[in-house]
């Protein structure tokens, strides 16, 4: 357990900078081949075919309607903890939305497992759902197993990359989610274990090209952009500062313009005054 938790710390913590990381011959054996690769405009391979919670056959594709953006998130049913810390902070992110899985958006839980079965899917998406506490749609939020082969070109193209590990029989993987267009373009791929509510929320409406977008949700876009070195959105300095300095020189017109006006009309009443 101890060797899982460090394992589990060090792939979190390590996840975002293991491209920097790749070829350092001191990076842990157990990271070897563990990482997510930004994969910005990737295409979702929509023919890659699944099962559902329900046994029935599905197509990544399938779920992509050109109005939905859709959270996807690689995971395995049995993994002792980090996919179930991962399904846990989307989870509390996505219940800090005003938005409702299913509604605004979808969520597709994708099992790297092959073992994985359509009942442990089920029962999973049983637990994630009734713990959400909200009504989700068909298509909402699923909980999807596959054989290897296919899931693993989905891994690829997303660039989540994972291992089976023999001497533990766990795989070793990282942690994040990947946010899509409503037509299966990837948009933002957020790291780590906890997705706070404005991050999921400022993505979403990202992926969703305006769809999703009210006009405070343009002015959000604006003011946050995602930091990739920080893992979130924070604020947009520099664009927050043309356009104060933007507003700046609005301003300064304005004033000029005022200005400019009030010394006409003083001019004009003078030289009434001197007519007179």
């Known amino acids: 357990m101890f060797f899982a938790a460090a394992l589990t ?3 979190v913590t390590l996840a975002p900078a293991s491209r920097a990381l790749a070829g350092d011959p001191a990076l842990p054996k157990e990271l070897v081949g563990v990482d997510i690769e930004e994969r910005p405009g990737a295409d979702l391979p929509a023919d890659v075919k699944l099962r559902d919670q329900e046994g029935r056959d599905v197509t990544l594709g399938s779920y992509l309607d050109g109005e939905h953006p859709v959270i996807l998130v690689l995971a395995y049913y ?4 980090l996919c ?7 989870m509390q992110g996505m219940k800090g939305l005003d938005w409702t899985a299913g509604k605004e958006y979808r969520v597709v839980v994708v099992s790297f497992d092959p073992r994985d079965t359509p009942e442990m899917a089920r029962k999973k998406r049983d637990v994630y759902v009734g713990a959400y506490g909200r009504p989700v749609g068909e298509r909402g939020w ?7 082969a296919q899931v693993r070109r989905l891994a690829d193209a997303v660039g989540f990359r994972y291992r089976w590990e023999e001497a533990t029989q766990q795989y070793a993987h990282a942690a994040g989610a990947f946010v899509f267009t409503p037509e299966g373009k990837l948009s933002r791929t957020l790291y780590g274990l906890n997705f706070a509510s404005n991050d999921l929320k ?8 305006g769809k999703l977008a009210t006009a405070w949700g343009r002015v959000l876009l604006f003011c946050f952009h995602y930091d990739s070195g920080e893992n979130k959105y924070v604020l947009a300095t520099r664009r927050l500062m043309k356009a104060g300095g933007a507003f700046t020189v609005l301003g300064l017109g304005g004033m000029l313009l005022g200005f ?6 003083r001019a004009s009443k003078s030289a009434d005054g001197a007519l007179a």
């Open 202 to 209: 400022l993505s979403l409406l990202e992926a969703s090209q």
């Open 9 to 11: 710390a060090a792939v």
């Open 142 to 148: 699923e909980f999807l197993v596959g054989e290897e």
């Open 260 to 265: 400019w006006r009030r010394e006409r009309r």
């Open 84 to 90: 179930t810390l991962v399904v846990n902070g989307l």
């Open 78 to 81: 049995e993994c002792p903890m």
